[in-house]
């Protein structure tokens, strides 16, 4: 068997795989009949096989070529065996095709169809040992991107690694993987990434779906709706082992579908998948690389059911200067099978009547007519017959689990598990990384790297942000831009209130080798018109990252919005203040002191609370100052009080206030993954719930005093190769309210300028005018195309724009039914998203405009 311990492996079984001139065949399969496992060469066409004592048959195979078998009798030591494989020869059936017949590759491609789910499905449960390794390699390095400097990035190897998973499955979709070994070149103390449970993609789907690498997903040759989206092309067949294998050529009808090309290889008259050779290339959709090929292997591993015992994915990548590519393969093996049916299904052609026949040779001239074919259903396998293979405790929400000491085997044991002999090229990279490992992990190297990496940049102040990283002792300073274009913080800003604004603010960022880390955000702001010096400090601390813990505390007086959404960023009120005359922005100045805390208590529960002391101080319009020409004009500047439907006056004089807030988050079965220094969510196919509660109390001098209770629901649904869809629905209730300023009601992310705000949010609501204290609801959807209209259109397909359309509605006392709906388009030079928005207010025409914003 494979992957045994060292000490009980008697022999090895070594050699090379080549073609017919003596070249390496780079991957090719090995198949162990007597254990149902698999193995496959390296790059340079090795293999290496550890066996117990005993006499083995091995299947050597490669796509494209006759498959080799050899019987070996393994004792101690170490016993050679080339192999070389000769390229397959194809034979042709013996019928005459005339030209208006139909291609012989679709009766099989319909057969294999036909029978898609019974494949899919004849497997109740398996477990396997998978052993994956992933290899990345850049063969071209710019000196710099976008202006800034590339440090520490060579060619070569950039990522080599190594994992030993136990693997388990359960129809439909139960998954557990457990992480038993894993290997990373140059970091001894890191954890591979490796997720055999991801690789783990099948043809007999409809749909697959590789995170990354679309939106959509891409349409398999044997889905149900193949005949629309591919053509196919009888190449030919061969023997092996006593079946007849079809070689088809996979073509796409149209060159911009989410599909595949190349070749899928089909068992005759059980129409099954026996191997694959195929590519998606950029036309197909595909993100961050140039194209991508998939090589698989199956192989009968409990009587009728085939699994795969080898995949590989290779890919290459060219933009922004670099230039590279890689792969990631897995193998199969110690295959644990629970079958789904004790009689494997078939189909049947059946004879036609006598009259049937004497009519088909009438018209024998014309196209042969496709036989009729009856499909005998496969016997399952009764209840009380089964023999399980897993208990269904191992099935739970957390889908992976590394082992703590995963990272700590050594050479002798990887040399005892590692079914694919590592190239050369490998083995200088382990070596070289692991020995420059205790240089690059110095103080003296992490210092040199860092004097190039902190040397700062007008464009870092100006516009990205300046960080100064002490990577050794894991310190790290980030100040924000000047003039902050995506939404935060900017350093330079100006509103009607304190005119010219100086806002500084500086992020400390400790972090600690177990993943815990604080953050000390000190924030100065100076209003050179209202001459007022504010100050506030902020200390976080996230302790425990299996929970996702954080405890915050701040405290300071400072300016905000009294939207406390924020709903336009000081960049974008900057320009509409100083080229347009408009101050949307309304603030107000607050001296608090506040608490808030965050964690999971359980895997699907996220808990929020806080408490907050402010004393709430009005502030008025000091500096009216635009570069527009209002000569003859009235000005558009208003008053820093807002205008709001349910207030008759909404100024406010100071006061205090003690506010209490509270949210729980539910995500029923949400999966996860542990890892031995933290647990990463992964979601669910169900939305999140969420009950809030927020208060103001008439304690501690608190003047304010009132309750609200909302529940929300949200969530992001794939629809396959018609996009995915984005909503959230929010209703809430009010109750006890005896003294309330503008800043308790409710607000919404409204927006009155061209500059798009959330998304999920209004896009021409006003900031102000519907916030509330009275029962509301607001909805809103979004539906993602991904290019399933425009890939239609050839000018928008070269472009590769895509469509969107959303929703957004809202109902209060004094909006009563407010509804947005949007036309736009997204992917504009990658990031920009232009929308066409029209609003309605009781099924009447309000506002139309367009917004622009970023639409990755």
């Not at 970091?187 to 990354?212: C, H, P, R, T, W």
Request: charged letters at 25%; glycine letters at 8%.
């Amino acid at each position: 068997m494979l992957l045994l311990p060292l000490l009980s492996v008697a022999g090895v079984v070594r050699g090379r795989i080549t073609d017919e001139n003596g070249k390496g065949l780079p991957f090719a399969s090995i198949y162990i009949k007597e254990t149902a496992s698999g193995t496959a060469s390296n790059e340079e066409g090795f293999y290496q096989l550890q066996l117990s004592p005993g006499t083995y048959t091995l299947e050597f195979k490669y796509v494209g070529y006759r498959a080799s078998t050899k019987t070996v009798t393994v004792e101690e030591g170490v016993q050679e065996l080339d192999v070389q494989l000769q390229p397959e020869v194809l034979k042709l059936n013996e019928v005459v095709v005339r030209a208006a017949d139909e291609d012989p590759a679709y009766a099989i491609m319909r057969n294999a169809i036909r029978l898609r789910k019974y494949h899919q499905n004849e497997a109740k449960a398996w477990s396997a040992r998978v052993y994956m390794k992933g290899v990345y390699r850049l063969d071209k390095v710019p000196p710099k991107v976008l202006g800034i400097r590339v440090v520490d990035v060579d060619t070569g190897i950039v990522y080599l690694s190594e994992s030993v998973s136990e693997l388990h499955f359960k129809r439909p979709n139960k998954i557990n993987e457990r992480i038993i070994s894993s290997k990373v070149s140059g970091q001894k103390k890191g954890f591979s990434f490796n997720q055999a449970s991801e690789m783990n993609i099948s043809f007999y789907d409809n749909l697959l779906k590789v995170e990354g690498l679309s939106e959509r997903g891409f349409v398999s040759p044997l889905a149900g709706n193949a005949l629309f989206f591919y053509r196919f092309e009888y190449q030919g067949a061969f023997e092996e082992n006593g079946r007849t294998v079809n070689k088809i050529k996979v073509i796409p009808r149209r060159k911009n579908d989410p599909v595949f090309s190349g070749y899928i290889y089909i068992v005759d008259n059980s129409w099954r998948i026996h191997s694959t050779d195929l590519r998606l290339s950029k036309s197909a959709g595909i993100e961050f690389v140039d194209w991508i090929r998939v090589r698989q292997v199956y192989e009968p591993v409990a009587g009728h059911v085939w699994l795969p015992v080898s995949q590989k994915f290779s890919f290459e990548a060219e933009g922004l200067g670099f230039k590279g590519g890689g792969y990631a393969m897995g193998v199969y093996s110690n295959y644990k099978v629970q079958p789904a049916y004790a009689r494997p299904p078939k189909l049947v052609e059946i004879e036609p009547e006598p009259e049937e026949r004497e009519k088909a040779m009438a018209v024998a001239a014309k196209p042969s007519r496709k036989p009729k074919v009856e499909l005998v259903e496969p016997e399952e396998i009764a209840p009380e017959e089964e023999k399980p293979i897993h208990d269904d405790k191992l099935f739970s929400k957390e889908i992976l689990v590394v082992d703590a000491e995963a990272n700590t085997r050594d050479s002798a044991y990887w040399a005892s598990v590692r079914p694919v002999p590592l190239t050369q090229e490998e083995v200088a990279d382990y070596h070289l990384k692991d020995s420059l490992e205790v240089i690059k992990s110095s103080r003296v190297y992490q210092d040199s790297v860092d004097r190039v990496r902190n040397k700062p940049s007008i464009g870092n102040f100006l516009l990205g942000g300046y960080t100064y990283s002490n990577t050794y002792q894991k310190r790290f300073f980030h100040f924000d831009p000047i003039l902050n274009l995506r939404g935060g913080p900017s350093v330079l800003q100006f509103n009607t209130v304190e005119g010219v604004v100086a806002d500084v603010r500086v992020d400390y960022i400790q972090r600690f080798e177990d993943r815990r880390y604080y953050v000390i955000e000190p924030a100065v702001r100076y209003g050179f018109s209202n001459e007022k010096l504010n100050a506030k400090l902020k200390l976080s601390y996230s302790y425990d990252p299996f929970k996702n813990s954080r405890i915050s505390v701040e405290g300071g007086r400072y300016v905000y919005q009294i939207n406390n959404l924020d709903p336009i960023s000081p960049f974008v009120n900057t320009a509409y203040t100083l080229l347009g005359g408009y101050n949307f922005m309304k603030l107000y100045q607050r001296d608090f002191a506040s608490l808030s805390y965050r964690s999971e208590p359980w895997n699907d529960l996220v808990l929020n609370a806080g408490v907050d002391y402010a004393h709430r101080m009005p502030l008025d319009n000091t500096n009216l100052f635009t570069f527009r020409d209002r000569e003859d004009e009235e000005s558009r500047f208003t008053s820093n009080v807002p205008v709001n439907a349910e207030l008759k006056d909404a100024a406010f004089a100071q006061h205090e206030a003690l506010t209490l807030t509270a949210a729980l988050s539910f995500k029923p079965g949400q999966r996860y993954i542990t890892r031995p220094d933290d647990k990463i969510n992964l979601g669910s196919k169900y939305p999140t719930f969420t009950l809030s509660y927020r208060g103001g109390v008439k304690a501690l001098g608190g003047d304010v005093q009132y309750s609200t209770a909302g529940l929300s629901i949200g969530d992001e649904v794939s629809m396959g190769l018609l996009g995915r869809s984005k909503y959230s629905v929010l209703g809430a209730l009010w109750w006890g309210k005896e003294n309330m300023r503008l800043m308790d009601y409710k607000h919404f992310n409204g927006n009155r300028t061209l500059f798009a705000g959330v998304y999920e949010g209004f896009q021409l609501l006003d900031y102000y005018r519907y916030s509330t204290n009275n029962r509301y609801l607001e909805a809103h959807y979004e539906h993602h195309f991904n290019g399933f209209l425009f890939n239609k259109v050839p000018l928008f397909r070269r472009l590769k724009w895509q469509e969107v359309v959303s929703l957004n509605y809202l109902h209060t006392v004094e909006s009563r039914n407010y509804l947005e709906l949007g036309l736009g388009i997204e992917h504009i030079f990658k990031v920009i998203r232009v929308d066409f928005v029209t609003s309605f207010q009781e099924g009447n025409k309000a506002r139309t405009g367009f917004t622009v914003g970023l639409g990755f």
